[in-house]
């Protein structure tokens, strides 16, 4: 019985030639049933229960997964994935063309919409409450998109809507004083 799996294992090495090797089944509280494998080999040689890759590296057949020479690594599978990065990726799909028209009203206004102002522009789009619905507020909304910020002014200020700007950096810790000599 395991002489014939290993068998069957080997044939499916020998006709796809390339594999992947199982780098984990997770950790203590990631399900066995999930492995994750690494980059794609190239299969040398095949002995018995072994296949050495290109790196004249061993792995027991049973820890490899036969794959095509054009597989790429596609990403976590949906299962993989944790439940608010699916349901965060349908949200923006539904909400994407009242975000390109809050990103058009900042450009006119030179990116000086508040929080406020910007909800009720959004609110008087056709099609926005609607769009809406699971996103508990404004801010999430504001969340779903990376180029968009959500940023308060003080203690109970006011919350304005901004864009991000990819060129910026945020500084942490002291920084020097340009007025000061040294």
Do not use: C
């Not at 790429?72 to 949200?91: M, Y």
């Not at 900042?106 to 522009?121: D, E, I, M, Q």
């Not at 609607?130 to 504001?142: I, L, N, T």
């Amino acid at each position: 019985m395991n002489h014939n799996r290993m068998e069957k294992r080997a044939q499916r090495l020998e006709d796809t030639g390339w594999f992947r090797v199982m780098e984990s089944t997770g950790g203590k509280f990631t399900r066995g049933f999930k492995p994750e494998f690494g980059e794609v080999r190239k299969g040398q040689d095949i002995q018995g229960p072994l296949v050495t890759d290109d790196q004249n590296k061993d792995h027991l057949t049973k820890f490899v997964l036969p794959v095509s020479e054009t597989t790429e690594d596609a990403g976590p599978r949906r299962i993989e994935q944790k439940v608010s990065v699916v349901v965060d990726n349908t949200r923006r799909a539904r909400l994407k063309p009242f975000a390109e028209k809050l990103v058009e009203l900042l450009r006119r206004r030179r990116g000086l919409v508040t929080a406020a102002s910007a909800s009720k522009f959004l609110g008087e789009q056709r099609g926005f409450r609607e769009a809406m619905g699971g996103v508990p507020s404004f801010s999430a909304f504001v969340k779903l998109f990376p180029y968009l910020t959500l940023v308060t002014a003080g203690t109970g200020g006011v919350n304005t809507v901004r864009l991000t700007s990819p060129s910026r950096r945020r500084l942490t810790g002291k920084q020097r004083d340009p007025n000061m000599r040294v």
